[in-house]
């Protein structure tokens, strides 16, 4: 994009930059890991909010905690243990997490950018939301508030600047930073950490902030939303304490159908209050065009509907970020990937596309050629060609001290997800004293490969942690015919492609070639790394790690819509009747 010449004639005039972002400071930097810098979005207690650009052009937003922070290892540690779980979350309402190095001089996280305003500002410059409007909003942030409690994280610093309107609903930010900086600023100083209006009473008395309390500033939120002022009005931190503490909440202005779903959140005893998913329930059911709007999909689907025409994307364009961006690093040094290993990498494609070897459990698995650089099927892991399925837990380069001790002393456990076919692989601490760590997020899918003879699956798998890195096979996935009363280990037969992918934060995804699987038939297939193994190779027979595969009858729907249905393994009246694979009595 050129510059139109300057009046003056003294050159190009400089594009402006994009509505809502400020120029960067003197001194700052133009880059933040991978990304491009553009300028500042906003800054706070916790640190700077950058607009940036990935390699690919898609707009980010990239935040840098303050230096303060930084030189604390204590607070490094912390927030590598929130990042690891926020960057587990999947809502509609959230922000896609895109990265973070909690290692870096300046420890950052970046996110989807979210283009619109923040309530705080729209309720300034537009006025409160009203009617089904409003109702997606509050829809829209107690099923984001779900999402992160169902992961063990709590915001902790909901208010109006925290959460966007933009085109496609409300986005809740900064999760992920707040109890980390709270944590610290805690210990330095013993004082409470939080904006006034938004901090709920049992904070005050000394308590630990829990997903009641996120629910205390969402009905705080709403009624902001509702009526352009809090429950409590306004005024200094102690004025602020003592109506939070004391005084009932003013709720006049806002709708009746909404008020009573407030008061029980501002309860001043936390187990008064709804939870997310509740207030979820209640708000979508508010929204509903017809039944079965209660659950997370049909919350979306009422909210997507209300929410039309509150929000519209600022102008600019991308061509303004581009501008303003640094220029983009050559193809290779973004790809990583020098051009002479181009003829390994075939060798690569061909060996994944041989088809299916079968291993007896125990036996080990064949050896591809090794290759560094993008996963020649398609995914973004290294491959590698290191040691055998499933490799020793995972290595530790860079791990906060925290985490040594599981690392070299815990065990892998890999469970089922309440929403199949995901699996998740889990370090736990020896004798369970401590914080367990996840390590992988495993997503079975099928394309409908089903023939005469053989069915096909594949897998995404996602590295959770920010430090250290772990190797995977395609060997590590594996399948039962059936589990007998007389089987004393599970008699699994392995996929024997033999490619291994090294994942870590610079590589944190991966997704599988297509394995398939000899026979029409419907198998429990499993994620089977030698971790959970005995030292002959035997994996017990009640291993929670897999999942029914159904076999289509002939094209047939599957069981509930989808080929994969749970294994569960809990005998009924001695019977272990409740699988796909079970056959005969306990």
Known sequence: MSAPPSPAGHGPVPPPLPEGVAPLAAGEPDRVGPFRLVGRLGAGGMGVVYAALDDDDNRVAVKCVHRTFAADPDFRSRFAREVSLVRRVRAACVPRFLG??????????????????????????????????????????????????????????????????????????????????????????????????????????????????????????????????????????????????????????????????????????????????????????????????????????????????????????????????????????????????????????????????????????????????EDPA?????????????????????????????????????????????????????????????????????DGGFSNDWMAMAATVEYLPDFGEIQLRTSDFGWVDEIRPEHGSLEFERQGAGLAYVLSPRNPTVELPMIGIEGIRTRAVYYLPSDVADAEGRVAVDYSGGFCLHAADGGATFPGGSPFGPHDLSPVDGVLANSCVHRGGA
């Open 100 to 373: 973070a190095d909690t290692e870096a001089d300046l420890p950052w996280l970046a996110s989807e950018y979210v283009p619109g305003l923040t309530l705080d500002a729209h309720v300034r410059a537009r006025g409160a939301l009203t009617g089904p409007h409003l109702t997606a909003f509050a829809c829209g942030v107690a099923e984001a508030l779900g999402a992160v409690h169902a992961e063990g994280v709590v915001h902790r610093d909901l208010k109006p600047g925290n959460v966007i309107l933009a085109p496609d609903g409300p986005k809740v930010l900064d999760f992920g930073i707040a109890r980390a900086v709270e944590e610290t600023a805690l210990t330095r100083t013993g004082g409470l950490v939080g904006t006034p209006g938004w901090i709920a009473p049992e904070q005050y008395l000394g308590q630990d902030a829990g997903p009641h309390s996120d629910m205390f500033a969402w009905a705080g939120l709403v009624a902001f939303a509702a009526t352009g002022r809090g429950p409590f009005g306004a005024g200094g931190p102690d004025v602020m304490a003592s109506r939070i503490l004391s005084d009932p909440p003013e709720l006049d202005g806002v709708p009746a159908d909404l008020r009573g779903l407030l008061a029980r959140a501002l309860d001043k005893d936390p187990g008064g209050r709804p939870d997310a998913a509740g207030a979820m329930a209640a708000t979508a059911a508010l929204l509903r065009e017809g039944p079965g709007t209660a659950d997370a999909d049909g919350a979306d689907r009422a909210m997507g509907r209300a929410w039309s025409g509150v929000s519209a994307e600022p102008g600019g364009g991308i061509e303004l970020w581009r501008a303003h961006a640094p220029r983009r690093r050559p193809w290779a040094v973004r790809h990583r990937t020098p051009l002479a290993v181009a003829s390994a990498a075939v060798a690569l494609v061909v060996l994944a596309g041989t088809g299916a070897g079968y291993l007896a459990a125990g036996e080990g698995a064949g050896e591809g050629p090794g290759q560094g650089g």
């Open 378 to 446: 398609g995914g973004t892991g290294t491959t590698s060609a290191g040691a055998g399925p499933g490799d020793a837990s995972g290595q530790l380069d860079g791990a906060p001290a925290a985490y040594r001790d599981l690392y070299e002393n815990g065990s892998v456990v890999v469970e089922p997800s309440s929403e199949a076919p995901v699996l998740t692989r889990t370090l736990v601490p020896e004798g369970g004293d401590g914080e367990p760590l996840d390590q992988l997020s495993i997503t079975f899918a099928s």
